[in-house]
């Protein structure tokens, strides 16, 4: 089932770079919050769906597109979460940091990790205990590391006050801004050992970043110390949290 959720995010992956290679084909709209979101979107999202449910029909699906009313899915455990294009700002630039992210949740943990990001043409995924990484066809085993002084990844589009006087505190290491789901990536891989992130994000942004990051070996823990979960309540948004190496 793995490699078919490979396939499936590739696939759409090549299916925003048509658009993105061909910028007068990307209508733009606005949510309720003034976010950007386009038919790029929503075309994503439609393939993903479609082949999931080809895939596990007994499963349900939560996307980023489809969260209007969250009282319908209280009673999931188990569900396969979805951000058909994560970054959509980045995707707008230009900057190519966006990605599509697929996860299975299982018992409100993401067992199964999927990341594309089809600009660069960089997969990443995990299942339990293993992850990988694969670059232009050729597939490696990836693992979290320190270093020092690390290096810290930020949000391209978020960068808070909070986050400002973290790095303030922290002593020598280094910055660098990415977009999207890419920052887990960057954890797992062993590029980079921090990602503090103060502000909101949604399930959808984190949980497969997190399977990725956790089967690397490294941690995602709210700032409490509390490990992240996905179980659902009254809304969609993730408390603070930062993913480091161990």
Known sequence: MLEKICKLARDTGHLIMNFYLHKKLIKI????????????????????????????PNIPIISEEDSDNISSYYNYQDYWLIDPLDGTKE???????????????????????????PFFDFLYFSMYQKAWKEIHGIRKKIQAVNSTPPLVVV????????????????????????GSSLKFCYIADGQAQIYPRFGNTSIWDTAAGHAIVIASGGIVKTWTEKELTYKLSSSFINPGFCARAQ
């Open 29 to 56: 709209f606005y949510k309720t919050d003034n976010t950007p979101v386009t038919n790029v979107d929503y075309e994503a999202n439609n393939i993903i769906k479609k082949t999931l449910l080809l895939i596990t």
């Open 91 to 117: 995707f707008l630039n230009n900057n190519g940091d966006f990605t599509v992210n697929i996860s299975l949740v299982k018992n409100n943990i993401p067992v199964i990790g999927v990341i594309y990001a």
């Open 155 to 178: 949000s391209r589009s978020h960068f808070d006050k909070k986050t400002d006087n973290y790095l303030n505190n922290l002593g020598k290491h280094t910055v660098k801004k990415i």
